[in-house]
Every structure is written in structure tokens, then in C-alpha cells.
T-cell receptor
Framework: DTAVSQTPKYLVTQMGNDKSIKCEQN?????MYWYKQDSKKFLKIMFS???????INETVPNRFSPKSPDKAHLNLHINSLELGDSAVYFC????????????FGQGTRLTVV | KQEVTQIPAALSVPEGENLVLNCSFT??????LQWFRQDPGKGLTSLLL?????REQTSGRLNASLDKSSGRSTLYIAASQPGDSATYLC?????????FGKGTRLHILP
């Protein structure tokens, strides 16, 4: 069983469209994250949710809206897509505490044309 | 603000050599430190997780050390192989964040 799964794996869309990326974890973790990996391969946190509550929003544009229907899911909805949104988006989950490992999904490669 | 730096940004070594990748972080109040590898176009593969109270972890040819007081971690790879070629990422856990360095691109020359 995949611990953290993201769909879709690839997404190609036109500027101005609205799209969603889904993430699910079956580890029972309380915390989920979205990361963006830019063209220079730098992984930067976007959002952190703990038990469905937003904990961290790292100055991400309002066009990005995470939604957590339950603690096993954290979906990312993006409105009015721009060329600069092209990147790989990684979902992750973890449990607070020393020694608890975070698990990452395989990533969603978003290309805006 | 926690910052994570990895040096060097890129490294090429002949096959069979031992090598060390470096990671430094500015705030020593971390829970864990984790090393990942990422192959081109692929996701993250966890290599080693070191708890804040530990000084090192070993897995096969990999050994990761942690010195919280100096804000440093190293990843030692013994007897490097071409299959070790990848980007290696260091990440520190603090509060509700996992903060990544920019990675070291490793190329093992056959």
C-alpha cells in the first residue's frame, strides 16, 4: 500500500484554468503538507495542516487554496493558473514528535502552457 | 528563521571513492534531521532519519551524523557506485515545518 498518494502524476493545462491535485495518506498521521519544487529543484513548503486545521501558509498567493476534508486528505486547488505555477508539487505527511519520519508522495508535475 | 545550507551544490567523484556531503542549519532547536535522495524526474527517497538526541545513523554504505550544537550534519557514502548518482537533500524538522536544503547533485564517474 502506498503511504502517501497524489493524483494526478502529470498535469498539463492552459493559463487561466483552475485545477486540483489530490493527496491521501493512510499512515494515520495528523500533519500534512504541500511543497513546491521549482525549476532549480528547491523544495519549499507551501502549507501545513494539522488535524484539518491550517498551521502554516508560507506567503502563497490566494489563488492556491488547500482543502482538508479529513486528516487523511489534503487537496490543493489552484485558480487562474499562471506560467510561473509550473513546478512539481509534493504532498507529505508526518506525526509530531521526535523520531517520527515524514513520508512524501511521488509528486505531481504541473505544466502550465 | 531556520535556514538549511548544503555544500557543495554539485560533486563529481570517481567510482569507488568515499565521499562526504555536508548540511548546516542555523537553528539547533530541531526534532529530527532526514537525508533524502532524488533521482531526476522522480520523487523523494528517504535514506536516513536522525533524531535530535542521536548523533548518527547507518544504513548499508551510508552513515549520517548530526551535531546539533554546531548545526551540522554529514552524509558519508562509502565505496561510491554509479547508481549513487542523484541529488541528495537534507531536511530538518522544526515545529510544524520540514525545511529542505537546496541539495547536492552527486555524479559518480564510472
Amino acid at each position: 500500500d502506498t503511504a502517501v498518494s497524489q493524483t494526478p502524476k502529470y498535469l498539463v493545462t492552459q493559463m487561466g484554468n483552475d485545477k486540483s491535485i489530490k493527496c491521501e495518506q493512510n499512515l494515520g498521521h495528523d500533519t500534512m503538507y504541500w511543497y513546491k519544487q521549482d525549476s532549480k529543484k528547491f523544495l519549499k513548503i507551501m502549507f501545513s495542516y494539522n488535524n484539518k486545521e491550517l498551521i502554516i501558509n508560507e506567503t502563497v498567493p490566494n489563488r492556491f487554496s488547500p482543502k482538508s476534508p479529513d486528516k487523511a486528505h489534503l487537496n490543493l486547488h489552484i485558480n487562474s493558473l499562471e506560467l510561473g505555477d509550473s513546478a512539481v508539487y509534493f504532498c507529505a505527511s508526518s506525526q509530531a514528535g521526535v523520531g517520527i519520519e515524514a513520508f512524501f508522495g511521488q509528486g505531481t508535475r504541473l505544466t502550465v502552457v | 528563521k531556520q535556514e538549511v545550507t548544503q555544500i557543495p551544490a554539485a560533486l563529481s567523484v570517481p567510482e569507488g571513492e568515499n565521499l562526504v556531503l555536508n548540511c548546516s542549519f542555523t537553528d539547533s532547536a530541531i526534532y529530527n534531521l532526514q537525508w533524502f535522495r532524488q533521482d531526476p524526474g522522480k520523487g523523494l527517497t528517504s535514506l536516513l532519519l536522525i533524531q535530535s538526541s542521536q548523533r548518527e545513523q547507518t544504513s548499508g554504505r551510508l552513515n549520517a551524523s548530526l551535531d546539533k550544537s554546531s548545526g551540522r550534519s554529514t552524509l558519508y557514502i562509502a565505496a561510491s557506485q554509479p547508481g549513487d548518482s542523484a541529488t541528495y537533500l537534507c531536511a530538518v524538522y522544526r515545529d510544524d515545518k520540514i525545511i529542505f536544503g537546496k541539495g547536492t547533485r552527486l555524479h559518480i564517474l564510472p
